[in-house]
């Protein structure tokens, strides 16, 4: 940071520090020169290590520098792609080969080919079943069961085979790294203590040069991109906790481009002649759980595993109230699993809807055994004892922030059908923990207020129902839902996948270990003046590095 002017040196610190003061991230006396063509940019986010098998927390920034074999945009926009550039399937569904660009090559110089793409799969599958399984971060083994063979033909070919019709050698997300960096880390070292020191090396626009955590990532522009080196100079990405420091920086211009801004934040951005706002529907879902678990990690109350107390629960919540006061209009209601921008899963279960009514929910509270005995006001569970729910929230790592009004409205909705909540507001790190499975010191608490990110295949739309998987923050087990699930993941049909997510959604709704609350949309900033490409339909992917790889500086008139 010291090749910085002094005066933006001072006020990048100050923000990173969490004190810069509003007036002097307003004062136009500091606005930044645009002529070092660094993009600068913010989100909220807490990436932890550069190593992507040992966490989730790091898919930005590592996806500027990763590729996927299939970037998830190119299932829906032909001119981004991946490390792939082709892909084809066989009649029978069991074979995928996949054609990587021709020529291309690491950032470090070496050639990049299907041979790096079989050794990132391979190194996978090779750890299933050992004590050190790859099973904890980005690239996991999740899914993986269901392959057969990776194979590198040749260098510009690969060739997948599964044990059944799957869409998964196109649905995953694992980013393909080079085989000469990590051929010599063990799968112990990978799980834990290799933290993949920048500079990295990767095929992405954007390389990571520098990273220092909860500050900010620098990344250089990659000469041997596919594409051509990118215009821009370089780009910082700056790490915030909320998105104070967003807006603020968007206006003084010490940033080019944020996300997860607040709607009030928006509204207040929109007005600025120099700076374009946007939203867009995205695959996150935020929602209420239930913590299930029966005996280690339960909550304070057998009526959280009791699927009838759930379902009154969700009577309780007006969705609808959510979207208008907590988002101000920035989402659509949440009704099942999937969200509305899963366009080929989606539904809005009409015939099975709960519809907010607090006499309902308390009839239904009632008729479950859940009634006020003593006219308190509180409602005793089934063995005769009062209760108090205790409500956890915050923001995991890359997901939008949950505005404290929704966990408001939710905690007075519960208070008026007889069952008190007490809330308590946890950072990222402090939320992941709670959070985690029992064995990993998770649980103890009853409701979660919070929100999850995942693609629209069919395994990430229904994952957080899945037993014993990592996203399944309710810790709910059903036996059959796990076997649609599995079902689902094995076809290549979408009328019959379609079939299966349906029922596995229409099952989970009906047991309710989540309430989805909404699906909001991004909402997201970026300045006219100093850069051009932003484009205009999905401006920035929550997916990949569009569009920070076609930027280019405005020209000097």
């Not at 569904?93 to 041979?115: E, H, I």
């Not at 998964?168 to 799980?191: C, F, G, K, M, T």
């Not at 609350?517 to 339909?537: I, M, Q, S, V």
């Amino acid at each position: 940071m010291d090749n910085w002017p002094a005066t933006r040196r001072a006020v990048i610190k100050a923000m990173l520090l969490g004190t810069a003061a509003p007036w002097v991230l307003n004062s136009k006396a500091l606005a930044v020169s645009c002529d070092d063509h660094i993009v600068r940019f913010a989100q909220i986010v807490a990436p932890d290590s550069m190593n992507p098998f040992a966490t989730f927390s790091s898919f930005w920034p590592l996806v500027f520098t990763y590729d996927m074999l299939v970037g998830v945009d190119a299932q829906r926009h032909s001119d981004r792609k991946g490390f792939a550039k082709t892909w084809s399937v066989s009649d029978d569904g069991l074979t995928w080969t996949f054609k990587v660009w021709p020529g291309m090559k690491w950032s470090d110089g070496q050639s990049a080919t299907a041979k790096d793409v079989a050794f990132t799969y391979n190194y996978l599958l090779g750890s299933i079943g050992k004590p050190d399984e790859l099973n904890i971060g980005q690239n996991s083994t999740t899914g993986m069961e269901q392959i057969v063979s990776v194979t590198a033909v040749d260098d510009q070919t690969l060739q997948i085979v599964t044990k059944a019709p799957t869409r998964w050698p196109v649905d995953n997300y694992i980013l393909i790294v080079p085989e000469h960096i990590w051929r010599a880390i063990s799968y112990a070292e990978a799980r834990s203590t290799f933290r993949n020191e920048a500079p990295l090396v990767g095929t992405g626009p954007m390389i990571v040069s520098e990273f220092q955590q909860g500050q900010f990532v620098r990344f250089s522009p990659n000469q041997y991109f596919r594409t051509g080196q990118p215009k821009t100079a370089g780009m910082v990405l700056h790490i915030f906790s909320s998105a104070d420091a967003i807006a603020q920086g968007l206006k003084s211009g010490h940033l080019d481009y944020g996300a997860g801004l607040t709607a009030a934040q928006w509204a207040d951005l929109s007005k600025n002649p120099d700076i374009v706002v946007g939203e867009s529907r995205i695959e996150q879902r935020n929602f209420l759980a239930f913590n299930t678990l029966p005996e280690k990690g339960a909550g304070s109350t057998k009526a959280l595993q009791d699927p009838a107390f759930r379902d009154a629960i969700g009577c309780s919540i007006d969705q609808k109230t959510i979207v208008d006061r907590a988002m101000r209009g920035h989402a659509d209601p949440g009704v099942g699993l999937v969200m509305p921008v899963a366009t080929d899963y989606y539904s809005e279960l009409s015939d099975v809807r709960r519809r907010f009514d607090l006499v309902e929910a308390g009839r239904r509270l009632d008729a479950a055994g859940y009634r006020d005995a003593n006219g308190d006001g509180v409602r005793e569970d089934k063995e005769g004892k009062s209760f108090q729910l205790e409500l956890i929230t915050g923001t995991f790592s890359g997901v939008l922030e949950m505005p404290v009004a929704a966990v408001q409205l939710i905690a007075g909705w519960l208070g008026q059908i007889g069952v008190p909540v007490s809330v308590i507001q946890l950072d990222s790190g402090a939320l992941s923990a709670r959070t985690a499975a029992p064995a990993d010191g998770g649980g103890g608490w009853d409701l979660l207020v919070a929100a999850g990110f995942r693609t629209s295949s069919p395994h990430d739309l229904l994952v957080v129902g899945k037993s014993g998987d990592s996203a399944n923050t309710s810790y709910w087990k059903n036996d059959r839902f796990d076997e649609l699930l599995a079902e689902a993941g094995a076809t290549v049909d979408l009328k019959k996948s379609r079939a299966l997510v349906d029922q596995a959604v229409r099952l989970i709704y009906a047991e309710a270990p989540y309430i989805m609350l909404c699906y909001p949309f991004a909402l997201e900033a970026h300045r006219k003046d100093c850069f051009e490409g932003w484009g205009t339909n999905d401006a920035v992917s929550q997916w990949s590095y569009f569009p920070f790889d076609r930027l280019k500086p405005v020209p000097v008139p």
